[in-house]
Structure formats: C-alpha cells, structure tokens
C-alpha cells in the first residue's frame, strides 16, 4: 500500500490497524558512468513497495533529495544542506505524527545520508526531551535502516559480486535500478575497471579522486537479472526487520 | 529525458545543449473521498514525463511533499513549513545552478505552494540583488507555471467538466491520476455531490468547513479517458511554453 | 484609532468592543523618477488612516520594509529577504494574538509582498495544524488585501489614467503620496513617457530592463487632486472590506 | 531629507555628497497609563526629523518594531525575538551598504534595543571578519546611539523633571510626543504618583512589579511645551554627533 | 562544587537545597603579546571555582567559545556569529531548567559577550511572554555579571595598576591567569608601553587600531601575586552577589 | 601546546610549522551513579593534552556540550540540539580556517555526537561544494576521531574490564576521569552490577530504560590506575594517528 496512491479515508483505516509507517529516503547524486543519479532514492523506493506490497504495510513518499555535497562536482547531483535536510526531516515526521503515526521506519538508500538522518532524530527527540516527563501525546519513534545492510542482502551482494562490489555506484545498486528501469540500462566502459578508494572531502576535492564518480566499484557487472535477486532478498528482509520494529517497546 | 534515470555523464552532454531544466513540483496532501495524496505531485510529474519524452527536454526528479498545512486535518498529508520549503528549493536551485543550469522551470501541482516557491524565488534572487553589480557568474532564472493555467488547459478541463469542476481534489486532476495509476482507481460516494467552498485557514479550520476534503468538486465524474486527454493536452502546452521561457531574455 | 498613539490601556478597552486590527504593510522602494521611496509603505497607511478615522476601527503601526530584492539596483531601496520577513510577520502576529486579537487585517502596498505573507501566514497556521486538535485557544485568523484591489478602486484609477496607469510607480500610487504630501511633490521629465514591461527578477536584470524603475506607467500624471479622490474611494471600501472580514467564520 | 519622501534620484545624488544615513529604531510597547505605544520609535522618528531638516542629512524609514518581550503583559505591545530583529537589521544594513552607505547610525529610542542592535552589529561585522583580509569593497560602519544620551540631552530632561522622571515611560519622553502630537494627550491619573522600579525579567513578571506598566516615572508631568524644549536641545546634539561619527575613521 | 566533577545523583540532591547555579562564561581569543588565548573563560572560571568551593554553591561548566568577532585578525581567536551564541545559551538554559534550576547566574569574563548574552535572555524570556498568563512551570530567570564589576574589585585592580589597567588584555585580567597558571606566564617587550585605545569595530579595522591586540593596557605590569590578590577578593565578591541573586524576587 | 594557554604570537609562530589542530570534543551528560557529568569532554581533553605535550602539536579549547538530548532526563546533563551544534562547529572552523589552520582532528569523546558533528562537517564542505571549481582559497580539511577508537585503546579497555565495560558509562572512561581527577572519585554501590542494554530514544524513555544512567557496564571498576593506563595508551595512538591525518591529502 503506497501511501501516494491512497486516499485519506484509506489511511485513515490503516491508522485503527497499525501507527507504522516506511518512508523511502534516498539521494540524487552521479552513480559513476552507468549508474542512475536517482539510483539511491530509487533502489529503497523500489524494494519498499515489493515489500509493502507483500507484506501489506503502508509506504511513504519516497524522499529523493538528501546530502550529497560531496557529489556536487558531477552534473545532475542535487543536494540539500545538512540544516535543511534537518528540517525537511522534522516536518515529514511531525505530520505524521499528528495523524497518529507512532513508529517511522526511514528506509535509506544512501551512506551520505546517514549522519544527517540520525542528527535529525535528536533534533526531533529533543523536542520532547527538553520538555519535563508528564505530556500525555505519545511520542514518536524513529528508526533509521540502510537497505544494503539488511539481514543477508550483504552477503548475497558479495556472493553475485565476489569483486568490484565498491562503495559508490556499487555493482548491486546499480543493478537493482536496471531491474526495475530497464529502459535506463546503460553500457559504459570503464577504465580502470575497478575505481579508486579514498576519503570523501569537498566536491571538488571529491571529483579529483575519482574522476568517474565511482568508489571502488565496477559496475559493470550490474544485470537487471542480479538486480531481481537483490530486490526480492532485500523486500523479504526489509518485511521482517520492520516487523521487529513495530514490536519493539 | 528524466534526470533520476540519467546518468551525470547524459546530464553534462545534455548542458552542452541547453542550460535549462523542468522540475516538477506538488504536495503530498489529502485529495477528498477518491483522489490519491499525491494527486499534486504525480499530475506535473506524469505530464512533464509526456513532454519531456515528446520534446526531449530534461525533467529532474519531483519535489513531492510542499506547503500543505491546511490538509493535516486529514491522515497522510504531510507538509513542509514554508520556511523549510524556501530552503529546500534553494538548495536544488543552487546545486542546479552549480553544474551549469541557468533556467528552471518550476513546474507546480498545487495552488498552496504558489506563495512559498515565489517567495523562494526572491530569497534565492536577494543574494544576487544584495551584492553589487558586476559578478561574472551568469545568473540563475527561475519561473513557475501551475499545469492547470498552461494554455487550453483549463478550457479543456472546463469542458470536460462543465460542472463540479472545482477548486481542489478536482476531477480534472483526479482524472490525470486515474489514467497514469488505474489501479488506484477508486469509487467512492460522495456526498453532497458538489462540496462547498469557502477560505482556507488552519488544518481544524479546513476539516469543519470541508467534512470529506473536497472543495467545489465533485471528482466521482473523473475517468482515465478524460485524464489521458488533459495530460496529452497539457504536455503539448508545456512544451511550447518552456520553449518560449528559454527564449526570454 | 492609531495604535501607536493609543496607550495600552486604550487598546485593552478597544479589545473589549472587538477582535480585530487592520495593519498597514508596504515597502522602501524606488518608485521612479517623481515616485516616493516610501509610495508602499505609506499608500496604505495613509488609507487605513482615513478608514479608521472615519470608522473608528484600530490601525496599527506600519510594516514599512518588505521584500523588495528586485529593486535593489535602485539607490535608497531596502529589503528584507523573504525568511526574515516571515520571521518578522510571525512576531507581530503573535504579539497582537497574545492580546487577545483575532483577526488581522494586513493591508498592503507592494505587490511584492503577497508571496512572502502569504507563505508567512502559512508559517503561522502550520504551528496550529501540526498540532492535534482541541488547543482551547482561539485561533488567529490573517487576511491580505491590496489596497488597488478594493471594490471600485481600480475602476477608479483606470478612469482617472486611462492610459500609463502601468504596474509599478504607478500614477494613482504616486498621486496618493502627492495628496498627504504635497511637500514631495516632484517634477521629473520622464522618456519614454509610458515606460516599459516585463519580467521581474533579480536587481541588476530589473534595473537593465527598466533604466529609470518604471514598469509601463507614466507617473508624471500624477497630481494630490486625483491622488485625494483614490484615498476617498479606497478609505470607503476597506471600511467595507474590513467590516466583511470581521462578520466571516 | 527623509528617504521615504525622496525619489531614487535624489538620493542617488546625496549619496555623492555623503555615504551616512540617519535610521531612527525604536519600538512599539506600552508607556504607562498616558504614554504612546508608539513612543519609543517616535521619539527618535521626530528628533531625527527635526535635525534632518536643520542640517540636510539624510534620515531613513523608522524600524518601528523591537525587542519587548518583557511589555507583552500590555495590550497593544508588538516585539520582534532578538533573533528576528538580529535577521532584519542585517537586511537593512546589507541594502543600504548595497547603495554606497558605509556610515549608518541607528538612532535608537529604546534601552531594550541596545543588547539586540549591538549583537546584530557584530553579526554584520562577522561576516567580513571571518574572511580573510584583502576584500576590496569598503566596509559598513555601524554606531548606535540613545536618544536621551545624547550630549546635554540627559542634563536637560532632569532639569525639567528633577522628580519623578523614571526609566521607563519617562516624563521627558511623554512631553515630546506630546509636543508632536498634540491630539495624542492624555490626561490619567496615576496611583502612585511616582511607580516603582525594580529588575525586568519576562511579561508576567514584569506586569506584577509594574501594574500599570510605568518604571519610576512620573509622567503626569508630561507637557508639550517641555517636549518642544527637549526636542530642539535633542536635534542639535544628534547633528553634532552624527557629523563627528561621519569625520570619525 | 563543579558540575561537570559531580554526578547525576549529585547534582540531583544539590537541587534539593538550590535552585541556582553560576555559569562561567567567556571568550577564546587574543589578549596581547603575553596574554592568553583564554583568558576570558578562565577568569570567570577560576574566580567561580574559587568562590563555589569556598562558598559551597554549584559552578556549571564553562562556556568557552563566545562573540569575538573582532578580534579574528589575530590567530587562534574563535568566535560564535551571535545568531549562533543565542542558541546555545538557549540550549544550555533550557537544559537547566529542566532539571528543575531556576536562577542562572552567568558569571562573564569577556565585553563583547554583554550584549549577545542579554539578547539570549530576551529569546528565552520571548517564549514565556509571547503565551498568555497561566503556564504552570516555574519559570527560569538569567543574570549577567561581569567579573571586573563585582563589588570592589574593579577599585583593587585600579589599585594595583593605577596606569595602564587599560580595557582589554589589562594588567587585571593577565594576572589572574599567572596565578592560575603559572606555566603558561610570558615575558614579552611591548611598545608603546600603553596600548592606544579607539573604537572597536571589524577584525581588520580592529588590527589596523591596535597592531599587537592590546587597547589601552600594559599587561607587562602582570604577576601572579598580583592576580592572586583579585581571585580573592572577586570570589568573596561573587559570592556575596550570588547570594543576593538566590534570594531576590 | 594548549591554544587556550598560549598567546596569539604563539599561534602565528606555529602556523608557520603547521596547519593542523586538535580539538576535544564532548559532551555534559550523566555518567551513571559514580561517573562524572563531564567525562565525556574531559577524557579526550585529557588524553589530547597528554598527547599534545608529548607530540608538540596544538590543541584547542574543548567543545565541552554536545548533543545529549536522551541524558535529559538525568540532573546536570546539559545539550545542545543538533542544529545549533551544526552551527557553533561550522563557527568554531571558519574561525579556525581564518587563521590558516588547514586541517582539523576534532577528537571526540561522546557516541551521540558522531551524527551531529559529521553532518557539521558536510554543512562546512556544501558552502564550498556548492560553488564553482577555481576558489583559489586553501580549502579546510576536517575528521572525526573517538577516543575509544584509536588503535590498541579498545583492546586495552577490553583487557582491563574483560567483563562490564559496556557502552554508557563505561568502566573505562570513568577510570580515565578518576586518573586525572582523583579528588572526584565516587564510590556508590550499584545494582545490577551490570546495566542493561538497549535503544536509545528520548530522554523520558532512556530513563525507564536505565533507571542509574549506564547503559552495560559495571563502572565500579574504575580506578586511576587502569585509567593511567588508558591514557598513556590513547595519548600515544592519538599522535600517530594525528600525524598520519597531518600527512594525507
């Protein structure tokens, strides 16, 4: 159930079955010379709604902006300030509060998003917590998961790529996009085959390292058919992970 | 051509030949008994695809959630605070700008964020204005157009919808979502047939003058065959009006 | 009844016969060669003073800078960024609520303004909405009228400047400050006499495209005698608008 | 010379003759059973006037909105958070440092001010002192100060009021707006004759020390005469200071 | 007692015999040819560790980092923009005050704090006084106190420099660093002896005024004996003042 | 080398041999029944002394409040929210860069801070990023380091507390306090022995979670001596580690 094909009397009545919600949070950023700049907003989006579908939860907008300054020396990246990213962040989780929505499962696609999501739930959290125990609204529970750290959604990306996996513009995520576009599948050589790694600075700084945009990687082993894999494996962990989170206290 | 489907190596080749960008903006807001939240994101999103992939301009990918505070009286709206809202799109605006854009077409699905993106272009603008002259950067341009003033548009609407039109959760737009979702096609019975209208203030406000969301509409006319045909219509009518925005001084 | 002239204990027995205030908002810009930089911020002060008088509601003090980035190519101009004058609206806003005031009545010079205190009035209404419902204080209710807009007030100034009314350092504004002070009246050759249109950006193409900061009026038309018959005009109709505001829900 | 009542042209030619400005700042507060809420702007408003005439300088549009959130508990008082005048101070100053001003004397007419102009002063000042040397653009110049510090201004109002002139709602202050604005007097009798003092803190606490919101003044005292008397001293003292502020490096 | 040396259980039963705790409060930046970059935290430090052991009250930790804009031309200088200052004093109040301290006392060591610090207050007092009467919470109440201005010790240093005190790096200041850290004292050769003294205005204006940071002081006079002497007497001073603050309305 | 204990002169004679510094960065939060509410900014405050003294390398004033929100609810802990942290970083850097420092080893002693100050990181980068290539300014290099992170000291902690260490308040970090601080040494029974372990979410469900404060550990096995240990451990790795920092591009 996708939360932008519903109507409001539908949420509504998913609101007397579970407060929980998956909200897709990604980036639009260069994925090196064969990867889509929407590949990380993407690939949670996609494995959200394979999982939602099957498993019949409620899954957000997808939030396809989010901090990649680092990538701003290649075209095409978009970026929000960390202070922004902050507020966006808050805004999202304070209206779905006021519906009643009690636990929100941050579902993101993108390592550069990480200590900016998790600094934005202090910031929400503080809220609260500067405020003396005693309100009778029930708080709001954040919780934040990357989708390639899901139980075994590691190991099968090494197990398909025993080599060149990378950490940017990565063989698999590069792959989950040509599996569910494959009108977007593009075929780029690349030299070195394997890129570079390095520490991620400033954008220039950045485009300096790695010249294509990719860290570690070659993804150009990416296949829509390995993609499949990795979105079915990842929808069914992703299934389970939320499940433990409702239930968590 | 869709920005999130490129990759930054697309994107630098498409600047060679233009400097400019259609970047679909909406809201995540409630859309009455049968209209989907994302109404007013999905409208500009599926004709700026039309158009894009007719004329072969680029779309970047889509501002989903905006200034809808007045719809949170209804589960799964979700707003941005026009602060935050002005500071979102002015870091798209700058990271567009970085590689090169000079013209974008802000390309808008919802009357409540006319207010907030004009004052985001003046914000955007007033660090421009408040230096002297003589900066050697080439300016940025920004311009709004709401989908339903493109030219025709509304006349179309209009006669497909002679009556109960309306103002919000229209059946125009509910029909543009119909044919671009059909399985999200919903019926449902509404009544009175034609809501009331009234001024809009808070979300409490909203929800007493407007009981089911609607306002001046009565969207159970909407089907996807008049949806295809305001879409076709409007992608026509974006084409030639951004043509003309990256003609104008 | 002129708030700033009024002793708070005056303006607690005025809240004790009604809610609502009407505040002048304008700008400090420049108005062409005869125009007043203060043409904005005084037009409607000088309005609301005369309605007031006459119909003994209270004015308060003027919000005499706004959001006037593109005119900052001009010597004498100030503005306020759109974040900051949101900021600012909100304060006084809360200010006056605090008080018990409930409606308020922002009467405006600057076509400029709108986006920015229309989005501040969002700002505003946000703090309720995101909330649930059942706060048990009265809400506070903005309204936003242009003072050319009033009934029968543009009709008057097309008839009094049939032609080069124009749409910025317009004659009726002009004459309006020619009529409260005849001391600053200016005779200014102009050329062309009706100046040109266009777009409005930044300060540096604003300034490129109207060299003398006129947009399409001829000013030099202006007199106090017609000037006195706007301010007549449009004193009977915010009394009247204003009236209207106070009796809605 | 008033900047509102001048044309662009005008002031474009002053600036060729001075780069200072005159900006008269106060607030809009209660002042006790018989003072304006508009004092604290007025008075600088009229003083500045008054010397602006005299000795041709340039005079700019009063920020008639401050710092007074300890006034709150009054009916009719308006105040900005420091952090909302902080913003908006910077505004000014950035716009009119735009036009060629480098010597902006803010003429203040409220002790509640001085902490929040002085910290936006230097939140100006950082912006160029956190860059390293060599910009090439002059910079701004910044001084506040008091109406009633000025030289022989103080001597003056005790002088004339050697009992009961307080700190707040002052008898001299009453007396020049009186002088100014004759139709304004009120006459109230006050209990006791000269109000308490005591540290300010926040509105209620203020409104329990002060019950009728004046500070150890006596301002039944006020008379237009007497405020003509401080307003001419005041208005010969301001354009001495400011012609030293403009000589000073 | 020193917060930051204590446990939560500590501080917990401290709060049932106090509401209160002294804040040092300062600046890191530069003091002259033989002064400390942090002389302005650690004098208020050292005087309230002092006075809190003596007099058994609670000393929080110290604030360290503050407004030094001006004096950024000189390395190792670190200054907050104001906007920034604000918010952490906000941050630190709000803390506090949730753990049930009402009296704050901020014990200052650096000028160019005073103004920022007393904005700060009217942002935290701005939160109470914008709501109507009637919150339940006891509220919190700030303080600023400077150290060279408690009762007496301002007549010592005069005493003890009777030329060349001066107002910033002074002889005071450099000599209750010696005392506490003997280590860190320097023998530097001035010239002039006495440093000239002028407005303060931005970092480069600020190094042009005064080349070696000083403004009319000769710290070389410094000793530790001397700085011994001040400690001293400004901790019996700051407890007799603490006091007062304890137990005033 | 300590900035806060040297002189300007200093600081610019070490500029000229390097462009490094090290800055403590912690937090003041609860540290369980016998913890020290500043053990967190103290043990990197500590160890990069020790560190600096032995290396002769420079270290700045300490950071010493952080983001603690989910230790409200324990008396003493003091925070900051996220975004005025982000704030006072990218200050406390521009202030830094000013001078010529080039690269910034902020040291850190406190879990909840890691997000924050790395989203810091990227808002001080995205001002840089989001321009053009070609700012022929020094770029500023920042990194993030835990204390409990150098090489060897996790085993060490390990080693010494093979059972209880834990994660809040843990043995080690309070042995290091009590080595540098054996006057503050507190001997409190607790029960269990060793704390339990979960999520961290605000500061009223942190408190229902771990009644004392720790989260894991058995701190009553601090002691001076495993914390000299520590220290001499850390101080070592912590200036190989530097150097290398010093060292990369």
Not at 141 to 154: A, D, H, I, M, P
Not at 173 to 187: G, L
Request: charged letters at 20%; proline letters at 6%.
């Amino acid at each position: 159930m996708q939360l932008h094909q519903s109507s409001w009397i539908e949420v509504d009545a998913y609101l007397k079955t579970s407060k929980g919600i998956v909200v897709p949070i990604g980036s639009t950023e260069q994925h090196g010379p064969n990867g889509l700049l929407g590949t990380d907003a993407l690939c949670p989006e996609v494995i959200a709604k394979r999982a939602g579908d099957e498993a019949g939860f409620l899954v957000g907008p997808t939030f396809n902006v989010g901090q990649a300054q680092h990538h701003l020396g290649f075209a095409g990246t978009i970026s929000l300030r960390p202070s922004t990213m902050i507020a966006a962040i808050y805004d999202w989780t304070a209206s779905l509060h006021r519906h009643g929505f009690e636990k929100i499962y941050w579902f993101n696609g993108h390592g550069g998003n990480i200590a900016t999501i998790t600094a934005a739930f202090s910031e929400i959290y503080a809220d609260v917590s500067l405020k003396r125990t005693g309100a009778n609204a029930a708080p709001v529970r954040c919780t934040l998961r990357n989708w390639w750290e899901l139980s075994g959604v590691g190991e099968l990306c090494r197990e398909l790529f025993p080599v060149g996996e990378g950490s940017h513009a990565t063989a698999s995520e590069v792959s989950v996009t040509y599996a569910a576009f494959p009108d977007a599948i593009k075929r780029v050589e690349m030299s070195p085959k394997i890129a570079p790694t390095g520490p991620i600075l400033d954008a220039d700084d950045y485009r300096r390292r790695f010249p294509d945009g990719r860290i570690g990687s070659d993804p150009s082993q990416a296949t829509p058919e390995k993609g499949e894999r990795i979105i079915a494996a990842a929808a069914r962990a992703l299934a389970a992970d939320y499940e433990r989170f409702l239930a968590s206290a």
